[in-house]
């Protein structure tokens, strides 16, 4: 498959191609784990959509933008406060916010629930382990069938880059009832 890139060296656009045949071979032995046991509780979740893809895209660039405005010497300490303040509550809800949106159901032992509104709650007032112990499973889930980096290098100024590849896997994995 051909993408197009930009340099970031001197913005000329790029063609490179894309060995969909080593993504295939990576999603023919991956399973999808959807249960999440935490005593008593199960969580269940669902791959990313791609709105979900968009919000952790928004999470990446909130996070550049805490390093920029710690790294800017140029802007007063009262401002690089207020703005690392506002950054970092908008870098935790969105994170709140994608979590919540993968998962689909929760079991207790005194039953379920697919409610939204319940299931944000829930992981608003979740304890901090096991709101780690879903991120890091659907991060984990992800990173197993990414197509990751590639290295290329520019035909217009000869630099070298990795060029990232990200495809939309929402499609290929349903929630089973």
């Given at each position: 498959m051909e993408v197009g890139v930009n340099c970031p060296n001197c913005g000329e656009e790029n063609h490179y191609d894309v060995d969909l045949l080593a993504w295939l071979e990576k999603m023919k032995n991956f399973r999808y784990v959807q249960?999440?046991?935490s005593d008593p509780l199960v969580i269940y979740i669902r791959p990313y959509t791609y709105?979900?893809?968009?919000k952790t895209s928004l999470k990446t660039f909130e996070q550049q933008r805490l390093i920029n405005i710690v790294n800017d010497q140029t802007i007063p300490d009262e401002e690089k406060i207020k703005q690392f303040?506002?950054?970092f509550?908008?870098?935790?809800?969105?994170?709140?916010?994608?979590?919540?949106?993968?998962i689909w159901k929760i079991a207790s032992p005194d039953g379920e629930t697919t409610?939204?509104?319940h299931i944000v709650e829930f992981i608003n007032n979740v304890p901090k382990a096991i709101f780690d112990k879903i991120s890091?499973?659907?991060?984990?889930?992800?990173?197993?069938?990414?197509?990751?980096n590639q290295?290329?290098?520019?035909a217009h100024c000869s630099t070298d880059f990795e060029m990232p590849v990200e495809m939309d896997q929402s499609n290929f994995f349903a929630p089973r009832s």
């Amino acid at each position: 498959m051909e993408v197009g890139v930009n340099c970031p060296n001197c913005g000329e656009e790029n063609h490179y191609d894309v060995d969909l045949l080593a993504w295939l071979e990576k999603m023919k032995n991956f399973r999808y784990v959807q249960e999440i046991p935490s005593d008593p509780l199960v969580i269940y979740i669902r791959p990313y959509t791609y709105k979900e893809i968009t919000k952790t895209s928004l999470k990446t660039f909130e996070q550049q933008r805490l390093i920029n405005i710690v790294n800017d010497q140029t802007i007063p300490d009262e401002e690089k406060i207020k703005q690392f303040g506002e950054s970092f509550v908008k870098l935790t809800a969105l994170t709140v916010d994608v979590i919540a949106e993968c998962i689909w159901k929760i079991a207790s032992p005194d039953g379920e629930t697919t409610d939204r509104a319940h299931i944000v709650e829930f992981i608003n007032n979740v304890p901090k382990a096991i709101f780690d112990k879903i991120s890091d499973h659907i991060t984990d889930m992800k990173k197993q069938i990414e197509l990751g980096n590639q290295n290329v290098k520019c035909a217009h100024c000869s630099t070298d880059f990795e060029m990232p590849v990200e495809m939309d896997q929402s499609n290929f994995f349903a929630p089973r009832s």
